[in-house]
């Protein structure tokens, strides 16, 4: 029997991306790969993935989906993601259940007409605890993968230690710039603002996203090992804390550009990125790319989830015009606050600010990420620090901007400003001027030089770890070993 592993990711663009990644690069070192997502988001990645059409090819490799429990026609806007999640876990459950069983008899039949066989190992999204659970009780070994920045991961981690030592809750009204020493290895740099948001916002453990995330990261402990999107040079301190608790921690990544160094041969001439996209990708941002001078763009995204007020959006706008950089801007229809209807939204925007956009700047829905970040003419990302969007900026050699937005990003962007000093941190801080100060010091003069320089040593750094022998490299043979291990 060959080794089959079932990879099932969390429905959200980040988990997609990451997770078929892996999935592929799992693929392309021998491996069966059955790719679980939902029906909904399985659509979408039929009209918009160039990757899934090419490994929907691919023998050996299949795409299944199960419902998410919510009705067709309801959009999975950023809005709804807590009824998504609520959906998936109480919905989804025993539909889980019986695709695995079912899938499990074909023991006996040994293989099904397009070739699928039974599942030995499963690769599943660390949010979905009850997925482990299924595949446990059924007899299918697991591991978990978590999305988030390692850092946020030990933190989550910690919060029993930063109660006992009466550093949470936070008291009311008390110093966000207070400094948190409960989180060993951070004890120098980390305060009470850099804590993931839902640190913030709980008055105490009963707060029902803090246990959610403590929950979901202690799950991972049953979990026969634990998979990392990163690399041991830029987090080799907090995964020796995180291996601590999980022993068998895989560090493997940036997984897209292990992948990248792995499929060079067949992307070389393709039109499309290497992208899990949920969207159509504006690819003439490219075309209006090639047209400016070298690291002259400010390029600014906020992902797939993060919203703003319409206020917000136009402090941004006038800070981006106020520098008088150059700017290519991802302006996802959902990215007001409250607009949930795709192209529903309209934006009102003075003259000037129009005249200047028209001038220096390019507007998109969804950009192909990657290959921006790639090009030439990129200066710097105004980014809110999502941990995909993070890596592949540091590959990219590419300094940051950090506005974070919510979640890991409050401690991933103190990591961006003061461990990997590849970027400043504008938490917490809003208005034009700031955004225009910030983008003119990550752009002009000696502290855009400083930072230019640690992003291209990082970005080097990247490279060695996914090359042959490097410790990404090696940490994937490894977890190939493992899987191989499950068929027999
Ligand atoms: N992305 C993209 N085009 C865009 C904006 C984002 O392809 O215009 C991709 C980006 O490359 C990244 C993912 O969407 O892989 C966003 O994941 P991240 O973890 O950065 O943030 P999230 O969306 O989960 O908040």
Redesign the pocket.
């Known amino acids: 029997m060959a080794a089959h592993v079932l990879v099932f990711p969390f429905p959200?663009?980040?988990?997609l991306?990451?997770m078929l990644k892996l999935a592929e690069l799992l693929s392309l070192s021998g491996l069966q790969i059955t790719f679980l997502t939902t029906e909904y988001h399985h659509s979408r990645l039929c009209l918009h993935s160039q990757t899934h059409a090419r490994l929907s090819q691919r023998p050996g490799f299949w795409f299944r989906s199960i419902s998410d429990g919510l009705p067709d026609q309801k959009l999975r806007s950023a809005a709804r993601l807590l009824e998504l999640y609520e959906s998936l876990t109480y919905n989804s459950s025993s539909l889980f259940r019986d695709f695995l069983i079912s899938n499990q008899r074909q023991e006996t039949q040994q293989y099904s007409e397009d070739g699928w066989s039974r599942i030995t190992c499963m690769v599943v999204d660390g949010i979905m605890p009850f997925a482990m659970d299924v595949a446990t009780d059924l007899g299918v070994p697991t591991i978990a993968f978590r999305?988030s920045s390692p850092c946020s991961i030990w933190s989550y981690f910690c919060l029993p230690s930063l109660v006992q030592a009466g550093e949470f809750p936070f008291p009311e009204e008390g110093d966000l710039d207070e400094r948190i020493h409960a989180v060993p290895g951070m004890e120098s740099f980390l305060r009470r603002r850099d804590l993931p948001s839902f640190f913030r916002k709980a008055r105490d453990m009963n707060d029902p996203g803090l246990r959610f995330v403590y929950e979901v990261t202690a799950s991972t402990t049953r979990a026969k090992a634990f998979i990392l999107n990163t690399f041991e040079a830029m987090d080799g301190t907090v995964l020796s804390h995180i291996r601590t608790v999980c022993p068998t921690t895989y560090a493997i990544g940036p997984l897209?550009t292990m992948l990248r160094r792995s499929v060079s041969s067949l992307l070389s001439n393709t039109t499309s990125?290497n992208?899990a996209?949920l969207?159509e990708?504006d690819r003439s941002c490219l075309t209006w790319l090639d047209k400016q001078p070298k690291g002259s763009v400010v390029y600014v995204?906020?992902?797939?989830?993060?919203v703003m007020t319409d206020e917000d959006l136009m402090e941004f706008w006038h800070g981006l015009v106020n520098s008088g950089q150059r700017f290519l801007w991802?302006i996802?229809p959902d990215l007001v606050n409250g607009v949930e209807e795709e192209g529903s939204q309209s934006l009102s925007v003075p003259p000037e600010v129009a005249e200047a956009t028209r001038e220096r700047g390019c507007l998109?829905?969804?950009?192909?990420?990657?290959e921006?970040l790639a090009h030439p003419s990129l200066g710097c990302f105004l980014?809110?620090?999502?941990?995909?969007?993070?890596l592949?900026s540091v590959v990219a050699g590419v300094p940051m901007i950090c506005w974070p937005?919510f979640v890991d990003?409050q401690i991933t962007s103190r990591f961006v400003s003061q461990v990997w000093k590849i970027g400043l941190d504008m938490k917490d801080m809003n208005g034009r001027e700031v955004v225009e100060r910030m983008v003119r010091e990550a752009m002009e003069g000696e502290r855009a030089q400083e930072l230019k320089k640690s992003a291209t040593a990082m970005a080097e750094k990247a490279r060695e770890s996914v090359e042959e022998g490097g410790s990404s490299y090696m940490d994937l043979q490894s977890l190939v070993h493992y899987l191989k291990s499950t068929a027999s």
């Open positions: 959200a663009q980040g988990h991306n990451s999305t897209h990125s992208s996209n969207r990708e995204s906020f992902g797939s989830f993060a991802v996802r998109v829905a969804w950009a192909p990420q990657e921006v980014t809110h620090s999502g941990w995909n969007s993070t592949e937005f990003q």
